[in-house]
């Protein structure tokens, strides 16, 4: 097993719970021999509800820890607090930022008939963010957006295709479909995990978009701009914290990731992280 002193420096990524995961899966893909270290802060899952001051809140904590378990960039691996946080975040620490946004342009550019449908939390589409990736991409589609209330929580009991799970798919993606969405855009991180029910539920003939893969290259780019990319040789290693108190959530993130991985339950200790 790797130990936290094998994987200096390397990228921080986090997420409210496991969502980031499946971000994290693209950049090990795209940059594996960069060492990665991520944390779910499973036990405030979900931001989606929350206060766009607690959500920054919780993410200089995480940034602030990731940087000292040597971080030199970090990948906020989720929509919500990307919107809420990033700005904060670019303010207060000197090293590269990389956020994520729902793929409103990617979808404009790949819808056939202009209406694009983008599944995402309230957070987000309450955002000014959000607002303002309309105001730049939506203006020549017609974008129908659907907050997932309760899929979040869903996914972090580890439900990809339970019947609660195909339930509140269905309540949300059948209206999109229903409003005339030929695109679908995943403007959440947790939401790639059930990727393969909403496909099933959407129908064949339908485009899911997701921006794990292209923030990965995006974190490429800005780090090779600042000289600050891993070498070619070897494979990075991946280290998690979750800071939640049940077994279930290591377990989970085992499972998702898919591969073997170092995790930590921050459980008894007293850190800001845990607060
Ligand atoms: N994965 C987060 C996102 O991308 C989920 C937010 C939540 O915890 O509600 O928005």
């Not at 700005?87 to 930022?97: A, G, V």
């Not at 019947?163 to 855009?185: E, K, N």
């Not at 995790?263 to 992280?273: G, K």
């Amino acid at each position: 097993m790797a130990g936290k002193q094998d994987l200096r420096p390397a990228i921080g990524i986090f997420d409210s719970g496991v969502g980031g995961l499946s971000v994290l899966r693209h950049i090990h893909e795209q940059l594996p021999a960069e060492s990665l270290l991520y944390f779910a802060d499973s036990l405030h899952a979900p931001y989606g509800p929350k206060s766009q001051a607690f959500i920054i809140d919780r993410s200089r904590s995480i940034a602030r820890f990731l940087i000292e378990q040597g971080a030199k960039a970090i990948v906020v691996a989720c929509n919500t607090a990307t919107a809420a946080a990033i700005k904060t975040l670019r303010q207060e620490l000197d090293l590269p930022i990389i956020g994520m946004e729902p793929a409103v342009k990617p979808a404009a550019a790949a819808t056939r008939n202009g209406v694009v449908g983008v599944l995402a939390t309230t957070g987000t589409l309450q955002s000014a963010q959000f607002s303002a990736l309309l105001e730049n991409y939506g203006k020549n589609i017609q974008v129908v957006t659907q907050a997932c209330i309760g899929l979040v929580e869903c996914i972090e009991r580890g439900e990809l295709a339970s019947d609660t799970a195909r339930s509140l798919v269905a309540d949300y993606v059948l209206p999109l479909i229903q409003a005339g969405a030929d695109t679908i855009v995943l403007g959440c991180t947790h939401y790639p995990f059930v990727k393969s029910l909403i496909a099933e539920i959407a129908g064949p003939d339908i485009v899911l978009i997701d921006t794990g893969e292209a923030v990965a290259r995006q974190l490429r780019h800005r780090l090779y701009e600042r000289g600050l990319l891993a070498g070619t040789q070897g494979l990075g290693g991946v280290h998690c914290w979750t800071n939640s108190p049940s077994t279930h959530a290591v377990q989970l993130i085992e499972r998702l990731h898919g591969e073997p991985i170092v995790i930590e339950a921050l459980t008894h200790q007293t850190v800001s992280v845990l607060e």
